[in-house]
């Protein structure tokens, strides 16, 4: 018997079980529109040797997919968004965010949780880096695998299915903070501290702090089920979202689908600020 035979089965509410699969029907159509982990299985395939044999010169002896898809760079640097102008949030009183609705509407103009679940969803799908999968024939055999790590800044804007006409004055929230929660690697929970986007290569060498007390209440309802948790002011907002197993994990790593490996925790700051509504 596996020792992750012995630990509970990972809990997750239903809202949670929902997301889980939206992220993995997300990542079973990345190999569709892959074309680097196609030539990769081609190239640790039969077909190799046929590659090898044909006739003719350089890419011209293998077709679609190409060996010129086979780079991937790595992803640059991306600092944290800042805002010209800021609040304290200590001097602002709490706010109760709508759990659905038409975001940004209303007259403290928040997102809803269900906009900011698909906003933590998209962040996560873009860490996971799954154009750096590679070609997984099974966990001893994995070819050009790229360690996870984001390509972009997360917008929150993205998620609002109903933008301000340009006429109107621009307000947006921002990703000030961005960190990894770590659970696996250390006796107990710490957060990689970053001072841009995280990539697990940088990581490894990357300082570590403990939890904050909204993280740490956070991470037990986590743990009891949720996939994110917030505290919100007017200009402010607090989060940290799970990083539950997709099935599509199960390829590499001994863990369970829906088991709970990390998080991030986010700090989303409102640009400009709210003043009257403190």
Not at 14 to 20: C, I, M, P, V
Not at 41 to 67: M, N, W
Not at 172 to 196: G, H, N
């Amino acid at each position: 018997m596996e020792l992750k035979d012995t630990i509970p089965v990972p809990r997750m509410t239903g809202d949670s079980a929902k997301r889980l699969e939206s992220a993995e029907k997300s990542l079973d159509q990345a190999p569709r529109w892959d074309m680097r982990r196609q030539t990769l299985e081609i190239l640790h395939s039969a077909q190799a040797e046929e590659f090898i044999k044909r006739d003719g010169f350089g890419l011209s002896r293998l077709p679609r997919p190409s060996v010129i898809t086979l780079d991937l760079p790595p992803a640059p640097t991306i600092p944290f968004a800042t805002a010209k102008e800021t609040t304290n949030r200590d001097d602002e009183s709490k706010v109760l965010l709508p759990l659905t609705g038409k975001e940004f509407t209303a007259d403290k103009r928040l997102p809803s949780l269900d906009t900011l679940g698909q906003f933590h969803l998209y962040g996560e799908l873009n860490f996971l880096n799954s154009r750096g999968f590679g070609f997984v024939k099974d966990r001893e055999h994995v070819s050009g695998f790229q360690s996870h790590q984001f390509r972009g800044l997360p917008d929150l804007a993205a998620m609002t299915p109903n933008p301000k006409p340009a006429t109107e004055k621009k307000e947006q929230w921002l990703v000030t903070r961005l960190e990894l929660v770590s659970l696996l690697k250390q006796k107990e929970p710490m957060v990689y501290v970053a001072k841009e986007l995280p990539r697990m290569e940088e990581l490894k060498k990357a300082k570590t702090r403990a939890l904050s007390d909204f993280e740490a209440g956070a991470l037990a309802t986590l743990r009891d089920g949720e996939d994110v948790v917030t505290d919100a002011t007017t200009n402010h907002i607090r989060m940290v979202g799970a990083l539950r197993a997709t099935k599509q994990c199960l390829e590499c790593h001994e863990v369970r689908r829906g088991d709970l490996l990390g998080a991030f925790s986010y700090d989303l700051l409102r640009d400009p600020p709210l003043k009257s509504q403190q």
